[in-house]
T-cell receptor, first 114, second 112 residues
């Protein structure tokens, strides 16, 4: 298996622009997680899907952020409009099952908003 | 409110010695804990886990200890190797509490 795939790997955009990050989980995994890593706050869970349904989105910072999972093999995280403080590395992770256990992380998308 | 804290932002150890990374948590509903390792420009990778029914779990050079009364866990790496140099994240969750929480991370540097 190719592992969790994220695209793009790097994104540079101007403040006010829409940004869409993409994730393909490992085939057969039914839980998907979006995280954000910053120097100040470390790794934060933004949203968690199970069987394509959002289970916990309490980590989504504000209405500018939205996430979708239209099917088991694809998810998007959208920021509209983007702001410089959104600059961070965004990770997608997936795992099989809803309970606890190991998550498999993608390589991350480094977002820079100027 | 930081429910999982790794109070040491960095740790430097000589090759062959023991590395001890610490993690404290405040939420008594956490009942499983994982350690992840992260190299630059890569996503975190799973290292070792422990559930609250145990106080120790060992996997090769890596051992995790859990002290529930102190709400403290630690990761021991013996012997430390230069390839262990990475950022280590402590991760906590609860089977009856949905919040999954990472610590801030500790940068481990193992010198040859």
């Amino acid at each position: 298996d190719a592992g969790v795939i994220q695209s793009p790997r790097h994104e540079v955009t101007e403040m006010g622009q829409e940004v869409t990050l993409r994730c393909k989980p490992i085939s057969g995994h039914n839980s998907l997680f979006w995280y954000r890593q910053t120097m100040m706050r470390g790794l934060e869970l933004l949203i968690y899907f199970n069987n394509n349904v959002p289970i916990d989105d309490s980590g989504m910072p504000e209405d500018r952020f939205s996430a979708k999972m239209p099917n088991a093999s694809f998810s998007t995280l959208k920021i509209q409009p983007s702001e410089p403080r959104d600059s961070a590395v965004y990770f997608c992770a997936s795992r099989q099952g809803q309970g606890w256990g190991e998550q498999y992380f993608g390589p991350g998308t480094r977002l820079t908003v100027t | 409110d930081q429910q999982v804290k790794q109070n040491s932002p960095s740790l430097s150890v000589q090759e062959g010695r023991i590395s001890i990374l610490n993690c404290d948590y405040t939420n008594s509903m956490f009942d499983y804990f994982l350690w992840y390792k992260k190299y630059p420009a890569e996503g975190p990778t799973f290292l070792i886990s422990i559930s609250s029914i145990k106080d120790k779990n060992e996997d090769g050079r890596f051992t995790v200890f859990l002290n529930k009364s102190a709400k403290h866990l630690s990761l021991h790496i013996v012997p430390s190797q230069p390839g262990d140099s990475a950022v280590y994240f402590c991760y906590a969750g609860g089977t009856s509490y949905g919040k999954l929480t990472f610590g801030q991370g500790t940068i481990l540097t193992v010198h040859p």
